[in-house]
């Protein structure tokens, strides 16, 4: 015999792991993003820039 369906605890369900996936998703896209800032910070130093210099 076959069981019933519980629709609500399946979308609840669902619901649940899409939330979990996005939420790793972000977290990956976040280090990847200070990763790169990172890099981009290491690889060009700042530029300072004087105000009364003429150039």
Known sequence: MAR???Y???RRER???KAI???EKA???KE???RAKAE???AL????VDPEQKT
């Open 4 to 6: 019933k369906p519980n």
């Open 8 to 10: 609500e605890f399946e």
């Open 15 to 17: 619901d649940r792991l």
């Open 21 to 23: 996936k996005n939420a």
């Open 27 to 29: 977290a990956a896209k």
């Open 32 to 34: 990847a993003r200070e």
């Open 40 to 42: 981009a910070g290491t």
């Open 45 to 48: 130093p700042p530029v300072e």
